[in-house]
């Protein structure tokens, strides 16, 4: 698990360079329907509270998976309208999964092209993690559930407060929506409130009552991740994470693939293909 929030990482709108004038940082989600881009500016000072942080601009679009062809316009615009150029910025921060395999693998080559262009470090932030601060200061267990298809879900548990670490409860797994809700109640403290969210849980129907956009990913909350962790690291970006997919299963071409295979060579082989993920 990466560096989790040491405070809640909701900051005030602005428009345009106001507010703190150190290094700005993009984020990037794109495991999703959904493809989000947003623009943080961190204070000069290192180690200052995401208070004193200032949340320039918010993107979300809905492109279904097919974000390799908007994604660098997405942010070229992004950037355009904050009156800056790709050279302003100092850490791009990805979602790395789990989530739709293509979305996933656009979002990081593209925060990988980014970084070796520009010469800044990239910081990836697991997409359950940044889910689940949606519900940032919530009692009780949140539970971050990403639509995996084939019948399943990506899920964790934590628990999250307004102010300090994001504690991992429920490890990430790629399981039936019923196996995580059981696991949920094995990890449950006796009379511990359980909030639901994300696409998975809308889909098997066991979202709480919850704003909206909080079933969707948000680069916002990405971008404040890496920012966080970057920071903890003196902005060292020898620091970074491997940039690299946190998938949690195969893809689907590769179960199908096993499938057919197992039927080519006979039944005797079709135990032991039953994995799944996220499609194309």
């Known amino acids: 698990m990466s560096p989790a929030a040491r405070v809640n990482p909701r900051g005030r709108r602005v428009r345009g360079p106001a507010g703190p004038d150190g290094p700005w940082v993009l984020g990037l989600e794109t ?62 921060a990805a979602g790395r999964g789990p989530g739709g395999f293509t979305g996933v693998r656009v979002g990081l080559s593209t925060a990988l092209g980014l970084s070796l262009g520009l010469g800044v470090p990239v910081w990836t932030v697991p997409s359950l993690d940044a889910l689940a601060l949606h519900a940032a200061g919530r009692d009780g267990l949140v539970v971050p559930l990403i639509d995996a298809r084939r019948g399943e879900v990506f899920g964790a548990a934590y628990r999250v407060p307004a102010y300090g670490e994001l504690e991992l409860v429920l490890a990430p797994r790629a399981a039936t929506c019923d196996s995580v809700l059981s696991a949920v109640r094995e990890a449950a403290r006796e009379g511990e409130s359980v909030t639901f969210l994300g696409s998975g849980a809308v889909v098997h129907g066991v979202a709480s009552d919850v704003p909206p956009t909080w079933h969707r990913g948000a680069a916002t909350h990405v971008a404040a991740l890496a920012g966080l962790a970057w920071d903890a690291h003196r902005r060292d970006g020898a620091m970074a994470p491997p940039v690299d997919p946190a998938y949690l299963r195969a893809s689907d071409a590769e179960i199908d693939a096993d499938r057919k295979a197992a039927a080519e060579s006979g039944p005797e082989s079709e135990s032991g293909s039953e994995g799944a993920n996220h499609g194309e």
């Open 31 to 92: 495991g999703g329907d959904e493809l989000s881009a947003a623009l943080w500016r961190l204070p000069t000072e290192v180690g200052r509270p995401v208070s004193a942080w200032r949340l320039a601009e918010e993107v979300t679009t809905q492109r279904g998976h097919k974000h390799a062809d908007s994604v660098l316009l997405l942010v070229d615009q992004l950037l355009w309208r904050q009156g800056l150029a790709p050279k302003d910025l100092a850490l791009i």
